[in-house]
């Protein structure tokens, strides 16, 4: 199956280039009609999809609605009642000096775009980059991960045949598909999923100058201090990191805090985790599991990095790891140095504020950082003296809901953001187009030579 997968590749992307240059994407209706028809694939088989990411990651119906099928039809509907605005040309202004000329910027599509989506939220990282691909008028192959083999399947059945198939197209596979499509020259790269992985994508785009998009992921640290109510913080912070059982990329990767803060701060945990997932969330339907062997192995192996005071509990066959929290860990430690990407909450010490900040500046750049402070000088000093993908003050995750706000890492968490308008830009190009009258003749008298001390510094 996947020899001839890899050997298929270069047609199919062939064949939807051959689509992209007769000009099937552009049209504004062709992009309205796909995203609609995406719209109502995600709404009509919802409950197909929500067993399909049961099947990889133990989600609950509630949950893949608000994380991955709904939040993929509001993106569409937000996308549909914008999508005339952004693709109108923009008029901009020119120097006085090369008056009389108009100017503007005018967003074209790409080409063929091609998408590599990570596990852990299958569904919607796979399409949400597809809304906008498809929404800027490019031809688009989406490679769903392996590692949520339900969903990539179901997206491989569905996907193509709901939208147009000149111009879209599924690649299901792991690292031998993948490198076959890296292989292949497109006109840009959408990537989520980890660094290291990140690496070889850019590399790969290299060869070809190829534009790329790199959604890491990375350590987002929490923050909290004496001035927030602890409760409502431990409420949120849990919340944040136990959802998709940890395994999103934005989670709440561990805590700093002051000895006594913390020391506050643990038992309201585990009272914000029995309130979430009850006293037995291994028969809790709401709580995931971790979604193979491998990334179970991995996360257990932090257990030995500290004191379990909350949870800790696990069972290899079901692939449960207990929302769990752990304290007295080294700051060295491996659950200190690689992304947790599970429900093990680590609690740091910390001496004081210009601790927490030293912490987290001397590391790679998050893709989050979450502040509870309700202290204005507090607040201040982590948005100007931190740098991070986002930074929220008082709840973790939820710049992803804002469409507005770009979505992206910046240094090791990775290059580049979309969401909103910013997935439209992204797979677009802004091409400047500037017309000149040829009468009146103002070029020749100022910037064309033979020059004269009289035309200099007008260039
Ligand atoms: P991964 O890098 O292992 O896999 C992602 C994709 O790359 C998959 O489609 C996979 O098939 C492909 N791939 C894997 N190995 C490859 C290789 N050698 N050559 C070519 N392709 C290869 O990532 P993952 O484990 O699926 O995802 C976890 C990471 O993703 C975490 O670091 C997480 O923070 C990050 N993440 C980031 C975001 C974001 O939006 N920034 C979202 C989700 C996950």
């Not at 199919?12 to 995203?35: D, K, Y």
């Not at 030293?358 to 000088?377: C, E, H, Q, W």
């Not at 190009?429 to 200099?456: C, F, N």
């Amino acid at each position: 199956m996947s020899a001839t997968m890899t050997t298929r590749i270069p047609g199919i992307v062939s064949g939807l280039r051959q689509g992209f240059q007769q000009g099937v994407t552009r049209p504004e209706t062709w992009r309205r009609e796909q995203l609609r028809r995406l719209r109502t694939l995600l709404v009509d088989r919802g409950s197909e999809f929500e067993r399909a990411l049961f099947e990889d990651l133990g989600k609950s119906g509630t949950e893949s609605q608000l994380t991955e099928i709904g939040f993929l039809v509001s993106e569409i509907d937000h996308v549909l009642a914008h999508l005339s605005k952004w693709m109108r040309p923009r008029r901009v202004g020119v120097p006085l000096a090369a008056l009389p000329a108009s100017a503007k910027i005018v967003p074209e599509p790409l080409g063929v775009a091609l998408i590599i989506a990570p596990w852990n939220y299958p569904l919607m990282l796979a399409l949400s980059p597809m809304i906008g691909a498809l929404a800027a008028g490019n031809a688009v192959v989406v490679k769903p991960s392996e590692l949520a083999p339900a969903t990539s399947s179901l997206i491989a059945r569905t996907v193509p045949d709901a939208l147009d198939r000149r111009a879209v197209a599924v690649v299901e596979g792991g690292v031998e598909e993948t490198t076959a499509l890296l292989e292949v020259p497109f006109d840009h790269i959408f990537y989520t999923g980890s660094g290291r992985v990140g690496r070889v994508v850019a590399r790969a785009a290299a060869e070809h100058l190829t534009p790329i998009t790199l959604e890491l992921g990375g350590k987002s640290p929490v923050y909290v201090d004496e001035t927030v109510s602890l409760a409502d913080a431990a409420r949120r912070i849990a919340w944040g990191k136990y959802m998709n059982a940890g395994q999103t990329c934005v989670a709440p990767d561990y805590v700093l805090g002051k000895a006594e803060v913390l020391r506050q701060l643990r038992p309201l945990l585990a009272d914000a985790i029995h309130e979430l997932y009850g006293s037995a969330s291994d028969r809790n339907p709401d709580y995931g599991r971790i979604v193979n062997d491998a990334q179970f192995e991995r996360l257990t192996g932090y257990l030995a990095d500290g004191e379990v005071v909350v949870g800790g509990r696990h069972d290899a066959a079901t692939r449960f790891i207990e929302p769990t929290v752990l304290t007295g860990v080294d700051r060295e430690s491996a659950v200190m140095r690689d992304e947790i990407f599970g429900p093990i909450l680590p609690l740091v010490e910390v001496r004081d504020l210009d601790d927490a900040l030293n912490f987290v500046t001397s590391r790679d750049k998050p893709l989050a950082a979450y502040v509870f402070s309700g202290d204005g000088a507090v607040r201040r000093r982590w948005e100007r003296e931190t740098s991070s993908g986002a930074l929220n003050f008082d709840v973790p995750v939820l710049h992803l809901v804002a469409p507005e706000l770009p979505f992206g890492g910046v240094g090791a968490s990775g290059m580049g953001a979309y969401h909103g308008e910013r997935s439209f830009t992204v797979f677009s190009h802004e091409k400047a187009v500037l017309s000149k009258p040829l009468m009146p003749e103002t070029l020749a008298a100022s910037i064309m030579p033979p020059y004269t001390p009289a035309k200099d510094g007008l260039v």
